[in-house]
């Protein structure tokens, strides 16, 4: 070798070289437990801010702040939806996207740590989902990502979405309309859980929907002087909700259909001349779904009839059956063997042993081992999430992750519990570790995204094509929660979670963990 030839090797730039998979998963497993932190924070921060849907300005602007502030380009106000964005890092194939939610539940307001019912703020919203731990989970395990990525110059993309809303039903599917998964190869969805699973096919206790709210128009007049002249809507909402509930018992034992009355009117010496009355309707397939709605619009106008009133209607959200991604599941699985359950010390399991105790649950504390995969058993019905409408657009799947306590009754109080806790704390983590080394594989192994997108072209979307539920001029219902947010957003910003002057929420709060009667 020449002087010149061996001078111009030197001159030139080191490039690290990728090493192999399992390498790459140690690293990103190692900086993920270094996140530990940060991870604990998001959790806690999200957990404070306490947002009903499409009404997720604080936390919106949190996660969108923190992803910018980490490299991340934030679109925000996507598909029509103030507090939607979508994060992006990297370029080229393939595009990885992460998807989990950040609304909270109506008057579910606790206390973290606290095993009995224990509001920060009276009837307040509060996560009785567990909703704030989800973005923790993805954020993390895309900052190792991102990490990796850069340091051994990667090609790929990762993507970044929040489920608004999700308690709505009320936004994928204008997701979907918009095109925001486009460009996307594989979507990582994850949502708390008790247990760490996952799994492929339509699970068996979900059902997708359509929400739908109908409006009645009557005639006001004096409910004593002179009730002839008036027309109730009242009547005719009263009316059609009568003939849901004759109905049920010729229905299919998989159907659930309920409802609100959202407004009943101004007050009794009213004839009311204005009422509403909101529905879901919820089936295990598509068909069984557009069924009941067109049943419900039946309904609605033969209680015009009845009443001389007049009705029209407004699809608020929807949500097509979940069916998730078998290659995707089995390659996850190995992810979650792999990192193994929590350690959960006496006081994690002291405080979920007493919850459990306190509301007459089965009193059995936190799970140890995970959920092995298995075959998809025959829905049977039961909750929905939008999710289902990327499912059916993509390969997709959800992993569930063990930051909560098992056996509660969900959309409650008692799913907040443990939600700015040690258990989320640890749950979160665990799940990020997951998601990264899932996403791993997919960006380095060409054949894994290929083999996925066989499973959704020839298994799941053989024989079923994705048709909306929303119609082409339906839009969000963004006004949906703004007056009870706005009612109780002063009350909750005196706990929005401090850490520049606190380690954690439970600090701030000053309770010790746990707390138990």
């Known amino acids: 070798m020449t002087r010149t030839l061996l001078a111009l090797l030197l001159s030139l730039p080191l490039v690290a070289q990728t090493p192999s998979l399992d390498t790459l998963k140690k ?26 849907g499409f009404q997720e300005i604080e936390t919106s602007k949190y996660i969108t702040g923190v992803l910018e502030k980490n490299g991340f380009k934030v679109e925000r106000g996507v598909a029509g939806i103030p507090t939607a964005w979508v994060a992006t890092f990297g370029s080229g194939k393939p ?17 973290p740590g606290v095993a009995y019912h224990d509001p920060i703020v009276k009837d307040a919203p509060g996560h009785g989902e567990g ?17 990796l990525m850069t340091k051994y110059k990667m090609p790929g993309t990762l993507k970044i979405f929040p489920g608004i809303a999700e308690e709505l039903v009320g936004t994928k599917a204008y997701y979907v309309r918009a095109g925001l998964f486009r460009d996307t190869d594989i979507m ?12 492929y096919g339509q699970p068996k206790n979900n059902s997708g929907l359509v929400s739908v709210q109908y409006r009645f128009h009557g005639r006001a007049a004096h409910a004593a002087g002179a009730p002839w002249q008036g027309r109730s809507a009242l009547d005719a909402v009263e009316l059609m909700d009568v003939a849901w509930n004759f109905r049920r018992e010729h229905l299919r034992p998989q159907h659930r259909v309920h409802y609100i009355i959202d407004n009943g009117g101004d007050q009794p010496n009213v004839v009311p001349s204005e009422a509403s009355v909101w529905y879901y309707y919820r ?4 068909p069984h779904i557009k069924e009941l709605y067109e049943m419900g619009r039946k309904f609605a106008q033969a209680a015009t009839l009845m009443t001389d009133t007049t009705f029209d209607e407004r699809i608020l959200g929807s949500a097509w059956p979940n069916h998730f991604n078998k290659v995707m599941a089995e390659v996850q699985q190995k992810n979650i063997e792999a990192t193994g359950m929590p350690t959960w010390d006496e006081a994690d399991q002291t405080l ?9 649950a089965k009193v059995e504390g936190l799970k140890d081992k995970i959920t092995p995969l298995k075959e998809p058993d025959e829905p049977t019905g039961g909750g929905s999430d939008d999710v289902g409408d990327i499912s059916w657009n993509v390969p997709m799947t959800y992993l569930r992750y063990p930051a909560n306590i098992p056996n509660l009754p969900g959309h409650a109080w008692e799913n907040g519990v443990a939600m700015a806790t040690p258990i989320a704390h640890k749950g979160s983590t665990a799940g990020a570790k997951v998601q990264a080394t899932t996403a791993l594989d997919f960006l380095t192994k060409p054949e894994l995204v290929e083999q996925a997108w066989k499973y959704f072209r020839e298994v799941q979307t053989k024989d079923t094509k994705y048709v909306a539920l929303i119609g082409p001029n339906d839009q969000p219902a963004i006004e949906l929660n703004k007056d009870k947010q706005e009612a109780f957003r002063p009350l909750l910003q005196k706990y929005y979670f401090d850490p520049t002057k606190y380690k954690t929420y439970l600090e701030q709060l000053g309770i010790k963990y746990p707390t138990v009667k």
């Open 188 to 199: 990582l969805g994850v949502h708390v859980a008790a247990e760490f699973a996952t799994n």
């Open 27 to 52: 690293e990103a497993v190692t900086e993920i437990d270094g996140m530990h932190v940060f991870t604990q924070q998001m959790v806690d921060q999200i957990f404070s801010y306490s947002e009903l």
């Open 283 to 286: 089936e295990v397939d598509y």
């Open 352 to 360: 979920a042993r007493a919850l459990q105790k306190e509301i007459g």
């Open 95 to 111: 595009v990885i996207s992460f998807m989990t939610d950040v609304d909270c539940i109506p008057r579910a307001s606790q206390k």
């Open 131 to 147: 909703h704030n731990s989800g973005q923790a989970v993805n954020i993390t395990a895309a900052l190792a990502l991102k990490k």
